[in-house]
Nanobody
Framework: VQLQASGGGLVQAGGSLRLSCLVS????????MAWYRQTPGGDRELIAN??????NYADSVEDRFTVSVDNVKNTVDLQMTRLKPEDTAVYYC?????????????WGQGTLVTVSS
């Protein structure tokens, strides 16, 4: 199984951007999908996840970012609004994917988001 992230780019502060993570198989209701981000020299930070229990967001993105699953396209999307320069980072999608032998964690490649002031 592979995850492929896309949608990063350069945007002005206050603008919006939508990231998408394509999963190479159907997204199972037992999967837990997430978005992380990492700044240069910083730790990889969990910013949003979605699963059967609902969605969770980091305080830093609450009310600005929305994570969703598209079961037709097999994507996990991150709609980002009211972007701030401090949102500049490489964004990664992660899947904790259910299998009969247990959960498997898989990372997608990063996509760079740059927010200019």
């Amino acid at each position: 199984v592979q995850l492929q992230a896309s949608g990063g780019g350069l945007v002005q502060a206050g603008g919006s951007l939508r990231l998408s993570c394509l999963v190479s198989r159907s997204i199972d209701s037992r999967d837990i999908m997430a978005w992380y981000r990492q700044t240069p020299g910083g730790d990889r930070e969990l910013i949003a996840n979605i699963g059967s229990g609902g969605t969770n967001y980091a305080d830093s993105v609450e009310d600005r970012f929305t994570v969703s699953v598209d079961n037709v396209k097999n994507t996990v999307d991150l709609q980002m609004t009211r972007l701030k320069p401090e949102d500049t980072a490489v964004y990664y999608c992660h899947g904790k994917l259910f299998s009969p032998r247990g959960y498997v964690g898989i990372w997608g490649q990063g996509t760079l988001v740059t927010v200019s002031s």
